[in-house]
């Protein structure tokens, strides 16, 4: 998207200029946060054309493209962390398309998880202010985190670690999925690691009165067993817009889930708002 590239280069001013990176390793933060936040404006400037989802698509796309030498996906050809030495003659294009894609949706799955929104928090207990926050603006906490970023290392180096130690600073508890308070998992999974992950859910429902019982299982493959994420499950009627049910915490190759609802599911939708980096059917 051509008419990104001012944006992106505005955005620079802060991520790359007033903020630096540590080394080559951490080279995908600046570029990954300013691709995102040109988009971010972008799709905010023109709603209609629905410019953020359209890029994400596009990232996973060209992420899952084969290797013209190989059998192997692009994304494959090595972690976010790679920094300049993804380019390869095996792999010409693994720089552009890890660093920009595949960095634009770690940016983004940080943001929804840090989102500050009823759906997400229902059944949970939240404080007033917390609740006020996310009627005033789901991104609150996402911005807040942003603006610390860049107040502490004002002119200085960022490592990946530190803008990880930023992040779980301000993380809810939802995304402390290991009890540790270390977003280790997800560092390790999407910037130190490779692999996208593949979804599919079996289910069935029980009608409870003026209620619908929803049991199944969500299942995860194309990475390691112990991959980790909190995948979105929707539930879709015969009228109105799908009703969220909850978010599973993957573990293995099946999660078992069970939740009580008042719509009837004609079908469920795994990830509708395109939270999670994965394929799903």
């Known amino acids: 998207l051509t008419q990104l590239v001012p944006f992106h280069e505005v955005a620079h001013q802060w991520w790359g200029n007033q903020v630096g990176v540590a080394t080559y390793r951490d080279t995908w933060i600046e570029e990954a946060m300013a691709n995102y936040l040109a988009l971010l404006y972008a799709d905010n400037k023109h709603p209609q054309e629905h410019i953020l989802t359209r890029s994400l698509e596009q990232y996973r796309a060209a992420l899952l493209e084969k290797e013209p030498t190989s059998k192997e996906a692009i994304g494959d050809a090595g972690p976010l962390s790679l920094g300049f030495r993804l380019s390869s003659s095996k792999s010409p294009d693994a720089y552009d398309k890890i660093i920009y894609g595949k960095g634009t949706w770690v940016i983004h799955m940080l943001r929804m ?12 207990k939240h404080s007033a202010a917390a609740k006020e926050s996310a009627a005033r603006d789901p991104d609150a906490r996402f911005i807040e985190i942003l603006h610390a970023v860049l107040a502490k290392y004002r002119f200085q180096s960022l490592s990946t670690a530190d803008f990880e130690h930023v992040i779980e600073q301000g993380m809810p508890p939802d995304m402390d999925v290991d009890g540790t308070h270390s977003l280790d998992w ?11 992950p593949r979804y599919s859910v079996t289910y069935r429902v029980q009608p409870e009165g003026n209620l619908f019982r929803v049991r199944g299982a969500l299942k995860q493959t194309n990475v390691p067993g112990d991959f980790t994420a909190l995948v979105p499950l929707y539930a879709a009627n015969a009228a109105g817009k799908p009703v969220h049910l909850g978010d599973i915490l993957t573990t293995g190759t099946s999660t078992s889930f069970q939740f009580t609802t008042r719509v009837s599911p004609r079908r469920i939708i795994i990830d509708p708002q395109l939270s999670v980096l994965s394929i799903h059917e």
């Open 186 to 196: 997800f560092f390790d999974q999407w910037v130190r690691g490779t692999g996208i």
């Open 113 to 124: 998880m840090l989102a500050e929104t009823d759906a997400k928090e229902s059944g949970a």
